[in-house]
């Protein structure tokens, strides 16, 4: 089969295969980038498979970088962009059901194709646009199914986090895992806690954001996989759940933990501890925490002014976006315009400071003065008091005349 028309990112980058070529080598487009073409869709790496072993690329092109050199990847850069070039390479003895003990470099196509994981990302595109098919990744792709190359149970058996991989295509692409492949999956599922929770990380986030969650989520509890992920393996019903939400697609990593959590009914006083051991950054366990929170109460009612406050505009869209998936609109325009009427965005805007507070009222810092500002804060956002220097200074006084600020 032959290519119409080669795609833009794949033209830019032939003078670099010809490059090669033209030192006697073999090179060619490989993986995601190819299966991303046939799909017309855009992709965000073009990556280039080569006979050439390492170092003659580093001798062919004069701007190189060694980025993972042992597994004979050398990062080329040409012209405006940058490759990723790999040496065609076989993988062998893997005693770990993770990643090879032993990468071989070779001279053959065809060897570095079998190594791969599913035919779909076993494709590769010769300068010319013909597509070098050795496994049926064409059918597969027409009739959208994910396979593993050659047999389902070595494969995983190799590497496990393959059938996270797999699941995670089956959610992006909207395919359908192929029936031995899926049966393998469940016979290894086990050897998932093998893998390290920061590579099935990556994974399940990619299976939760893609655009029918549904095809990769379901086969992920049925082959029980879920089992092996971290704070899972109890949560069957919780799973259930939030695999029957509507199968909207989830736009941002934030709210697909959200709704998970949610849907898992995550005590809020163990959400970060569940994320912590996804290996989340503190800044995503922070976020989903507090959507968690927000989006709780959102769905009691409308906002109130407090918690609009606390959420901030971008994640009371965030929130209002997930109302969706409980059947109900959201409210992205009125939510707007609530929040840009609170007297306060944030707590620096308040005309008064803690400073001023000390100084004004002639006492040592302390727990009353948290207090007192909270209350202020509050106060404002609430509309009981003007955001006024004066009026805040004479709210302050008095409230200290009448209560007893600890601290
Ligand atoms: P994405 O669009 O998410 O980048 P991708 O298929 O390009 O998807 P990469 O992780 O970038 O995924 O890997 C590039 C290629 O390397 C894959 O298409 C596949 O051919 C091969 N590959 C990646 N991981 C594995 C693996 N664990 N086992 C076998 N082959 C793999
Ligand atoms: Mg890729």
New binding site residues.
């Given amino acids: 089969m032959k290519l119409d028309i080669m795609p833009e990112e794949f033209v830019k980058a032939l003078g670099v295969i010809k490059e090669i070529e033209l030192h006697g080598f073999e090179a060619y487009f490989v ?2 980038s190819v ?2 073409a046939l799909l017309g869709k855009k992709s965000h ?1 073009v ?1 280039i498979a080569t006979s050439a072993y390492p170092e003659e690329i580093k001798r062919i092109f004069k701007r190189t970088v060694d980025v993972g050199i042992d597994h004979g990847t050398v990062l080329v850069l040409y012209e405006d962009s940058q490759y990723e070039i790999t040496t065609f390479r076989t993988e062998s003895t893997y005693q770990d059901f993770r990643r090879p003990d032993k990468v071989t470099f070779v001279r053959s196509l065809e060897e570095d194709l079998k ?3 599913f035919t779909i ?2 494709l590769a595109l010769d300068k010319e646009g013909t597509v070098i098919d050795l496994f049926h990744g064409l059918d597969d792709l027409k009739n959208g199914v994910i396979r593993a190359v050659g047999n389902p149970k070595e494969r995983f058996h190799e ?1 496990a ?2 059938m996270m ?1 797999g699941l995670r295509f089956a959610s992006q692409l909207d395919f359908t895992i192929e029936t031995e492949t899926l049966k393998a999956i469940y016979t290894f599922h086990e050897l998932l806690s093998k893998i390290s929770v920061e590579r099935i990380s990556v994974e399940f986030s990619k299976l939760l954001l893609g655009n029918n969650r549904q095809k990769g989520f379901s086969p992920f509890i049925e082959t029980e996989c879920y089992r092996n992920c971290p704070g899972l393996a109890e949560h069957l019903k919780g799973l259930l759940r939030f695999s029957e939400l509507p199968n909207f697609p989830i736009e941002e990593e934030r709210q697909a933990w959200a709704l998970l959590i949610k849907e898992l009914s995550v005590p809020n006083k163990e959400i970060r501890l569940f994320l912590k051991k996804w290996k989340l950054s503190n800044q995503m366990m922070h976020e989903t925490a507090e959507l968690v929170y927000c989006l709780n109460k959102r769905l009691e009612g409308a906002w109130l002014p407090e918690d609009l406050y606390r959420a901030g505009l971008d994640r009371a869209l965030a929130v209002e976006k997930l109302l969706s998936f409980y059947n109900l609109k959201g409210k992205l325009k009125e939510t707007e315009e609530q929040f840009l009427a609170l007297p306060i965005k944030e707590r620096k805007h308040l005309a008064i400071t803690g400073n001023d507070l000390m100084t004004i009222i002639d006492r040592k810092p302390g727990k009353w003065l948290g207090l007192l500002i909270d209350y202020l804060e509050k106060s404002v956002i609430n509309n009981e008091i003007p955001n006024d220097k004066e009026m805040l200074i004479s709210c302050s006084k008095k409230i200290i005349e009448q209560q007893d600020f600890q601290g």
Avoid: I, Y
């Fill in positions: 993986g995601g299966r991303d790496d990556d190594r791969r994981d990302n076993a590497d986090l393959r991989r």
